[in-house]
Protein backbone atom coordinates (compact mmCIF):
# COMPACT_ATOMS: atom_id res chain seq x y z
CA UNK A 1 0.00 0.00 0.00
CA UNK A 2 0.88 3.40 -0.82
CA UNK A 3 0.35 6.25 1.58
CA UNK A 4 2.44 9.31 0.45
CA UNK A 5 4.19 9.09 -2.80
CA UNK A 6 4.57 6.54 -5.10
CA UNK A 7 7.00 6.56 -8.29
CA UNK A 8 7.11 5.91 -11.74
CA UNK A 9 8.37 2.64 -11.39
CA UNK A 10 6.25 1.53 -8.61
CA UNK A 11 3.14 2.64 -10.26
CA UNK A 12 4.48 0.88 -13.87
CA UNK A 13 4.28 -2.14 -11.54
CA UNK A 14 0.96 -1.34 -9.84
CA UNK A 15 -1.01 -1.48 -13.74
CA UNK A 16 0.72 -4.45 -14.41
CA UNK A 17 -0.68 -6.12 -11.75
CA UNK A 18 -3.81 -7.35 -10.26
CA UNK A 19 -4.14 -4.78 -6.96
CA UNK A 20 -7.11 -3.22 -7.59
CA UNK A 21 -6.49 1.14 -7.78
CA UNK A 22 -7.56 3.74 -9.91
CA UNK A 23 -5.49 6.76 -11.59
CA UNK A 24 -6.78 10.31 -10.74
CA UNK A 25 -5.64 13.09 -13.29
CA UNK A 26 -6.22 16.25 -11.24
CA UNK A 27 -4.53 19.26 -13.56
CA UNK A 28 -6.20 22.78 -13.35
CA UNK A 29 -5.33 26.03 -14.04
CA UNK A 30 -6.95 28.74 -11.50
CA UNK A 31 -6.65 31.91 -14.33
CA UNK A 32 -8.23 29.40 -16.74
CA UNK A 33 -10.31 26.70 -14.76
CA UNK A 34 -11.34 24.55 -18.42
CA UNK A 35 -7.10 23.92 -18.69
CA UNK A 36 -6.84 20.88 -16.75
CA UNK A 37 -9.57 18.84 -18.87
CA UNK A 38 -8.53 20.16 -21.94
CA UNK A 39 -5.25 19.26 -21.00
CA UNK A 40 -6.16 15.58 -19.92
CA UNK A 41 -8.13 15.37 -22.80
CA UNK A 42 -4.79 15.69 -24.79
CA UNK A 43 -3.03 13.61 -22.48
CA UNK A 44 -3.30 11.52 -19.58
CA UNK A 45 -2.31 8.26 -18.35
CA UNK A 46 -4.18 4.97 -19.61
CA UNK A 47 -7.35 4.79 -17.25
CA UNK A 48 -7.19 7.95 -15.53
CA UNK A 49 -10.40 9.42 -14.43
CA UNK A 50 -10.25 13.35 -14.42
CA UNK A 51 -11.04 15.08 -11.02
CA UNK A 52 -12.08 18.84 -11.34
CA UNK A 53 -11.13 20.77 -8.46
CA UNK A 54 -14.30 23.42 -9.27
CA UNK A 55 -16.39 20.60 -9.26
CA UNK A 56 -15.65 17.43 -8.01
CA UNK A 57 -13.36 18.51 -5.29
CA UNK A 58 -15.24 21.37 -3.84
CA UNK A 59 -18.49 22.77 -3.18
CA UNK A 60 -19.95 25.01 -5.68
CA UNK A 61 -21.36 27.95 -3.72
CA UNK A 62 -22.40 31.92 -4.81
CA UNK A 63 -19.59 34.18 -5.53
CA UNK A 64 -20.41 38.01 -5.12
CA UNK A 65 -19.08 40.86 -7.31
CA UNK A 66 -16.75 41.92 -4.66
CA UNK A 67 -15.13 37.89 -5.32
CA UNK A 68 -16.86 37.16 -1.72
CA UNK A 69 -17.40 33.12 -1.86
CA UNK A 70 -20.58 31.99 0.04
CA UNK A 71 -20.54 28.02 0.15
CA UNK A 72 -23.70 25.77 0.27
CA UNK A 73 -24.62 25.10 4.30
CA UNK A 74 -23.24 21.43 3.97
CA UNK A 75 -19.84 22.42 2.68
CA UNK A 76 -17.24 21.28 5.03
CA UNK A 77 -15.16 24.89 4.46
CA UNK A 78 -15.75 28.02 3.13
CA UNK A 79 -13.18 29.96 1.01
CA UNK A 80 -12.61 29.92 -2.97
CA UNK A 81 -12.88 25.98 -3.04
CA UNK A 82 -15.33 25.30 -0.15
CA UNK A 83 -14.78 21.63 0.96
CA UNK A 84 -17.88 18.98 -0.09
CA UNK A 85 -19.53 17.37 2.97
CA UNK A 86 -17.60 14.05 3.54
CA UNK A 87 -21.11 12.43 2.30
CA UNK A 88 -21.19 14.23 -1.07
CA UNK A 89 -17.60 13.30 -2.05
CA UNK A 90 -18.21 9.81 -1.36
CA UNK A 91 -21.41 10.34 -4.13
CA UNK A 92 -19.14 11.62 -6.28
CA UNK A 93 -16.34 8.60 -5.68
CA UNK A 94 -19.24 6.09 -5.76
CA UNK A 95 -20.42 7.34 -9.26
CA UNK A 96 -17.11 7.25 -10.89
CA UNK A 97 -16.83 3.63 -9.54
CA UNK A 98 -13.95 3.89 -6.61
CA UNK A 99 -13.96 1.49 -4.37
CA UNK A 100 -12.27 0.96 -0.49
CA UNK A 101 -10.20 -1.94 -2.07
CA UNK A 102 -8.78 0.19 -4.23
CA UNK A 103 -5.37 1.87 -4.31
CA UNK A 104 -5.92 5.34 -5.73
CA UNK A 105 -2.72 7.31 -7.30
CA UNK A 106 -2.90 11.13 -7.81
CA UNK A 107 -1.20 13.19 -10.51
CA UNK A 108 -0.98 17.02 -12.24
CA UNK A 109 1.16 18.71 -14.31
CA UNK A 110 1.48 21.41 -11.93
CA UNK A 111 3.91 20.24 -9.22
CA UNK A 112 1.90 18.56 -6.82
CA UNK A 113 -0.21 21.76 -6.74
CA UNK A 114 -3.82 20.01 -7.56
CA UNK A 115 -3.79 16.79 -6.56
CA UNK A 116 -2.25 17.16 -3.38
CA UNK A 117 -6.04 17.93 -2.62
CA UNK A 118 -7.67 14.63 -3.92
CA UNK A 119 -5.05 12.90 -1.86
CA UNK A 120 -5.55 14.61 1.50
CA UNK A 121 -9.70 14.56 0.57
CA UNK A 122 -9.31 10.56 0.30
CA UNK A 123 -7.93 10.75 3.87
CA UNK A 124 -10.40 12.90 5.27
CA UNK A 125 -12.94 9.92 3.99
CA UNK A 126 -10.63 7.94 6.07
CA UNK A 127 -8.66 6.10 2.59
CA UNK A 128 -5.49 5.66 3.54
CA UNK A 129 -4.20 3.77 0.32
CA UNK A 130 -3.77 7.30 -1.85
CA UNK A 131 -0.23 8.48 -3.24
CA UNK A 132 0.67 11.09 -4.86
CA UNK A 133 2.77 9.83 -8.35
CA UNK A 134 6.29 11.59 -7.43
CA UNK A 135 7.34 14.15 -10.46
CA UNK A 136 3.76 14.25 -12.09
CA UNK A 137 3.10 13.28 -15.57
CA UNK A 138 6.18 14.60 -16.82
CA UNK A 139 8.12 12.51 -14.83
CA UNK A 140 5.58 9.53 -16.23
CA UNK A 141 6.77 10.63 -19.79
CA UNK A 142 10.22 11.01 -18.89
CA UNK A 143 10.49 7.48 -18.20
CA UNK A 144 8.93 6.71 -21.64
CA UNK A 145 5.28 6.25 -19.99
CA UNK A 146 2.61 5.41 -22.42
CA UNK A 147 -0.27 8.03 -22.74
CA UNK A 148 -3.50 7.96 -24.09
CA UNK A 149 -5.92 11.23 -25.24
CA UNK A 150 -10.02 12.05 -25.38
CA UNK A 151 -12.09 10.28 -23.06
CA UNK A 152 -11.99 6.84 -21.03
CA UNK A 153 -14.88 4.55 -20.65
CA UNK A 154 -17.14 5.58 -17.65
CA UNK A 155 -16.86 3.00 -14.77
CA UNK A 156 -19.28 0.56 -12.74
CA UNK A 157 -20.99 2.70 -10.04
CA UNK A 158 -19.20 1.52 -6.69
CA UNK A 159 -20.86 1.71 -2.89
CA UNK A 160 -17.74 3.52 -1.01
CA UNK A 161 -17.89 3.61 2.48
CA UNK A 162 -16.69 6.39 4.74
CA UNK A 163 -14.24 5.71 7.65
CA UNK A 164 -12.67 7.70 10.70
CA UNK A 165 -11.05 10.62 9.60
CA UNK A 166 -7.11 10.23 8.84
CA UNK A 167 -6.46 13.50 9.16
CA UNK A 168 -7.58 17.13 10.77
CA UNK A 169 -9.04 19.64 9.35
CA UNK A 170 -9.14 23.09 11.20
CA UNK A 171 -11.48 25.35 11.04
CA UNK A 172 -11.60 29.25 10.96
CA UNK A 173 -12.90 29.52 14.55
CA UNK A 174 -10.26 27.49 15.59
CA UNK A 175 -7.75 28.93 14.02
CA UNK A 176 -9.17 32.57 15.43
CA UNK A 177 -9.31 31.05 18.80
CA UNK A 178 -6.01 29.42 18.43
CA UNK A 179 -3.90 32.53 17.56
CA UNK A 180 -0.86 33.36 19.50
CA UNK A 181 -0.86 30.31 21.52
CA UNK A 182 2.36 27.59 21.15
CA UNK A 183 -0.47 25.21 20.39
CA UNK A 184 -0.97 26.18 16.80
CA UNK A 185 2.50 27.29 14.06
CA UNK A 186 0.30 28.34 11.20
CA UNK A 187 1.99 27.71 7.84
CA UNK A 188 1.49 29.86 4.71
CA UNK A 189 2.21 27.49 1.34
CA UNK A 190 1.36 31.11 -0.89
CA UNK A 191 4.45 32.75 -2.61
CA UNK A 192 6.36 35.49 -0.56
CA UNK A 193 4.73 38.20 -2.43
CA UNK A 194 0.90 37.43 -1.66
CA UNK A 195 1.88 36.20 2.03
CA UNK A 196 3.63 39.94 2.72
CA UNK A 197 0.72 41.12 1.15
CA UNK A 198 2.29 43.19 -1.81
CA UNK A 199 0.06 41.91 -4.37
CA UNK A 200 -3.36 40.38 -4.31
CA UNK A 201 -4.81 39.00 -7.75
CA UNK A 202 -7.32 36.53 -6.43
CA UNK A 203 -8.83 37.54 -3.15
CA UNK A 204 -10.02 40.62 -1.80
CA UNK A 205 -7.93 41.70 1.12
CA UNK A 206 -4.31 41.13 0.98
CA UNK A 207 -1.84 40.21 3.71
CA UNK A 208 -1.45 37.12 5.97
CA UNK A 209 -2.77 35.13 9.00
CA UNK A 210 -0.98 37.03 12.26
CA UNK A 211 2.24 34.89 13.38
CA UNK A 212 2.01 32.46 10.44
CA UNK A 213 4.78 31.45 9.14
CA UNK A 214 5.93 31.29 5.16
CA UNK A 215 6.82 28.49 3.26
CA UNK A 216 5.84 28.75 -0.63
CA UNK A 217 4.52 24.49 -1.78
CA UNK A 218 7.12 24.82 -4.34
CA UNK A 219 10.22 24.83 -1.98
CA UNK A 220 9.40 20.94 -1.68
CA UNK A 221 10.72 20.09 -5.00
CA UNK A 222 13.99 19.39 -6.44
CA UNK A 223 14.79 20.84 -10.07
CA UNK A 224 13.34 17.41 -10.94
CA UNK A 225 9.87 18.30 -9.87
CA UNK A 226 9.92 15.31 -7.40
CA UNK A 227 9.94 15.46 -3.75
CA UNK A 228 13.22 16.56 -1.98
CA UNK A 229 14.77 13.48 -0.11
CA UNK A 230 13.09 13.02 3.17
CA UNK A 231 16.23 14.12 5.35
CA UNK A 232 16.42 17.74 3.28
CA UNK A 233 12.45 18.23 4.35
CA UNK A 234 12.76 17.61 7.36
CA UNK A 235 15.52 19.73 8.03
CA UNK A 236 14.02 22.50 5.93
CA UNK A 237 10.79 22.44 7.72
CA UNK A 238 12.66 21.78 11.56
CA UNK A 239 14.55 24.97 10.65
CA UNK A 240 10.69 26.80 9.56
CA UNK A 241 9.50 25.72 13.12
CA UNK A 242 12.68 26.70 14.88
CA UNK A 243 11.61 24.31 18.03
CA UNK A 244 7.68 24.88 17.71
CA UNK A 245 6.34 21.86 17.85
CA UNK A 246 5.64 19.94 14.38
CA UNK A 247 2.01 18.61 15.71
CA UNK A 248 0.99 21.77 16.20
CA UNK A 249 1.17 23.04 12.66
CA UNK A 250 -1.59 24.05 10.58
CA UNK A 251 -1.41 24.42 7.13
CA UNK A 252 -3.21 26.83 5.05
CA UNK A 253 -2.61 28.91 1.44
CA UNK A 254 -5.02 30.92 -0.36
CA UNK A 255 -8.24 27.83 -0.88
CA UNK A 256 -6.89 24.97 1.01
CA UNK A 257 -5.40 23.63 -1.84
CA UNK A 258 -1.73 24.38 -2.77
CA UNK A 259 -0.94 23.96 1.24
CA UNK A 260 -1.31 20.17 1.19
CA UNK A 261 2.08 19.61 -0.57
CA UNK A 262 3.31 21.19 2.87
CA UNK A 263 1.19 18.76 4.55
CA UNK A 264 2.40 15.55 2.16
CA UNK A 265 6.20 17.16 2.46
CA UNK A 266 5.84 16.93 6.31
CA UNK A 267 4.64 13.63 6.42
CA UNK A 268 7.68 12.17 4.01
CA UNK A 269 9.53 14.00 6.75
CA UNK A 270 8.33 12.15 9.42
CA UNK A 271 7.13 15.32 10.94
CA UNK A 272 3.49 14.16 10.31
CA UNK A 273 0.50 14.19 11.05
CA UNK A 274 -0.73 18.07 10.75
CA UNK A 275 -3.89 19.93 10.11
CA UNK A 276 -5.12 21.69 7.31
CA UNK A 277 -7.22 25.04 7.01
CA UNK A 278 -9.14 24.43 4.05
CA UNK A 279 -10.79 27.68 4.14
CA UNK A 280 -7.79 29.10 4.26
CA UNK A 281 -6.56 33.33 3.46
CA UNK A 282 -10.19 33.12 1.03
CA UNK A 283 -12.31 32.63 4.29
CA UNK A 284 -10.31 34.36 6.68
CA UNK A 285 -10.35 37.43 4.81
CA UNK A 286 -14.17 37.30 3.83
CA UNK A 287 -14.68 38.95 7.60
CA UNK A 288 -12.83 42.35 7.29
CA UNK A 289 -12.89 42.15 11.61
CA UNK A 290 -10.35 39.20 11.34
CA UNK A 291 -7.04 40.59 12.00
CA UNK A 292 -4.64 40.93 8.80
CA UNK A 293 -0.96 41.30 9.32
CA UNK A 294 1.47 42.66 6.22
CA UNK A 295 5.43 42.40 5.53
Not at 92 to 116: E, H, K, P, T
Not at 216 to 233: I, R, T, V
Not at 248 to 265: E, K, L, M, R, T
Request: proline content about 7%; glycine content about 10%; overall charge negative.
Amino acid sequence: MYTTLISVDELKRLRASEVPHMIFDCSFDLMNPAAGEEQYRQAHIPGAVYAHLDTALSDQGVVEPDGTHHPHPDAASGGRHPLPSREKFAMWLSAIGFANDMQAVVYDRQGANYCGRLWWMLKWAGHDAVAVLDGGLQAWQAAGGEVAGGEEPSHFQSHFRLGAERVRLATTHEVQQRLGQPAQTLVDARGAPRFRGEVEPLDPVAGHIPGALNRPFGQNLGPDGKFKPAAQLRQEFEALLAGRDPCSVVHHCGSGVSAVPNVIAMEVAGLGPTALYAGSWSEWCSDRSRPVEKG
